[in-house]
């Protein structure tokens, strides 16, 4: 008998709520829950399709083994499970335990995260357990902490209905968070006003009354120059500066030099659409400012954040309904994956590896004898695969994300990867970029088939419960962790019954810190539904942070920091006269390995391209439709030219959805950046300088692994 099933859309950090029809075996159809507070019904064309990825060809239904240079062999779990925990332990006793690392990603359950964390840094002892959120969010994150003295944004989706004014900088929301943005355009369309500054006519930018189309790597400017004119208009809230935050006198010597000619200069806008853009600012109530990865991928990225989160503290437009600097999440779990501590810099509850006393406080919560965790911060993504190019990672366990597409300065992945001793690789599809380089696969279950949780971007947690079976041998990404674990001879404090009881010791372990979730259960989820942290409340709204004027830092009081605008040490030249950027599309995700099996998406966003203004194209003797290479420094992709007026002359766009599996050398990310946030450690993705070329691309013929059924499988 088919009934209804909640669950969560396992795409961006908007976390819509997800009905799912199933008779157990098949989902016949999937519906928005219209009682989730993130999305109330509403569903984008990702959302709506998801059943479509479940039962799909592509489907990693078995695990897999091989020796370096032969074939893939299908083998039992169980095969599966002693092979990669005997070639850990060997590449353990080798090297020792900082040998081995960890590539985690936001889309695993909050469950997995937390586990495979503690698995490397409690049980292993090694720090190098990095996450795909390292290029997503960390930039964010870290201005977050800097400026409010903890990570997750201040307010939440139920603000945008009492705001009368939105500033979207560095963020696409209509297409990459379409159900929020939804929420803004109703808001719009009752009268409120919208700034988007991005170099791109965004659908986002569409939508604004004021489009600054901005030079790439501008933005610090550009919000130092607004800060500048609120003060010079008196819009300032000279009460709030002076009880809730520190920093003003350091922060106000820097603004005389942000004047309105010479941002406009530096920005490339007009002088007076800054002054339009101010105007909407000051006019308005309550302002909320979205940001995403336009601001984070960056070497100004934290920065930036900061600079976001100054204009609101000094204007007092934070900790009441309708006003706040709202950092909207990339992936369905970030949030929650940073609660876990999944960074390697980070710890379970907000806490960091490099403080002494977070440290004692998780070895007391572990039962680890003193000074057992690694004092030091492991390996960001980049070094992560760097250290193992050079010989220095010898083992690298990936779940969830495929690096060798997503990551900058491929080259050096998939020399890390092909350097590596043992790479196992965990995820529900192939082929993947990254699986081709795997000693050992192991099918995971997706969340439509697992019980968990996902944090969303206004930090509330939503149970999903598991709709169908996982296909074959495909199991929870948890399972896979503690099963190693255990063969490996880590039973203590790595022996979960389910995925509730792993929820349960995390819960814990964030009691009384700014992420306190330690009232939640996945019972009380179930019966009471999602829920916003702080939970408890202990006396705070959990809606909105910091209403009380108090912020978690030594002194209470929030920081405002002088950040001063430098040019990127990227800029045009005449060897590389144009800038990219890239970016998310509505209908595709990530690296396609979902998205790339639904046919509507594939119609509506079919194929990779390069965007440039036809009048960058006549200069350099190009057409429509042409190959193209795009060579910056650092590398080079391949991919069509697709000419559009929308888009700044001097600036081109790459969707970041198509790579090695669609055409050699069409994801953006060969010749992406290299440079990272000196703070952040997160990649400098966007704005790179370029220059465009005809060339021919090479289609790509997936690679196949050998037929394997459940029961076909080496038992
Ligand atoms: Fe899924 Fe995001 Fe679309 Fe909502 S807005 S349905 S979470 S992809």
Known sequence: MSREIKTLCPYCGVGCGLLATSDGARISKVRGDPKHPANFGKLCPKGASVAQT????????????????????????????????????QVIQTHGPESVAFYLSGQMTTEAQYLAGKFAKACLRT????????????????????????????????????????????????????????????????GAKCVVADPRKTATAQAAHVHLAVRPGTDLALLNGLLHLLRKWDKLDATYIANHTDGWSQLERILPDYSPPRVALICGIEEADLLAAAQVLAGAKRFMTFWTMGVNQSVLGTFTSSAIINLHLATGQIGKPGAGPFSLTGQPNAMGGRDAG???????????????????????????????????PGYDAVR?????????????????????????????????????????????????ETNRFAHVLLPAAINLEQSGTFCNSERRVTLMEPVVAPPGDARPDWWWVQQIAQEMGYGRGMSFANAAAIFDEFARSTAGRPNDQSALHHKLLRERGPQQWPYPAMGQSQSRRYEDGRFPTPTGKARLLAREHVE??????????????????????????KTGNVPLLNKLDPAPYLQMHPQDAGELGLHDRQHVAVASRFGEATTFLKLDDSITPGVCFMPIHWNDLWAQGASPNEAASNLRDPISKQPALKAVAVRVTPANMTPTTPPQLPAATHAGALR
Request: glycine residues 4%.
């Open 384 to 432: 992560l695969f760097d250290a193992a190019a050079a010989g220095e990672i010898k083992a690298i366990w990936i779940i969830g994300t495929n690096p060798a597409a997503s990551l900058p300065n491929l080259k050096s992945v998939r020399a890390g990867l092909e350097a590596a001793e043992l790479v196992i690789v965990q995820d529900a599809y192939n082929p993947t």
């Open 342 to 376: 999944y960074m390697s810099h980070q710890l379970p509850g907000q806490r960091f590896i490099a403080d002494p006393q977070h440290r004692a406080q998780m070895e007391t919560f572990w039962n680890l004898p003193p000074n057992h965790l690694q004092p030091h």
């Open 127 to 190: 720090n190098h357990c990095d996450s795909n959120s390292r290029l997503c969010m960390s930039s964010a994150a870290a201005g977050m902490n800097l400026s409010l003295g903890s990570d997750g944004p201040p307010v939440c989706y139920d603000d945008i209905n009492h705001a009368d004014a939105f500033f979207f900088i560095g963020s696409n929301a209509a297409e990459c968070h379409p159900v929020t943005f939804a929420r803004v355009k109703e808001r719009l369309d009752r």
């Open 54 to 89: 479940v039962d799909v060809a592509t489907r990693l239904r078995s695990a897999f083994v091989r020796e370096r240079e032969t074939e893939f062999t299908p083998v039992s779990p169980s095969i599966a499970i002693r092979h990669a925990a005997q070639r850990l332990n």
């Open 568 to 593: 990127l040490d990227d800029r045009p030249t005449r060897a590389f006269p144009l800038i990219l950027t890239t970016g998310r599309l509505l209908n595709q995700w990530h690296t396609r390995t």
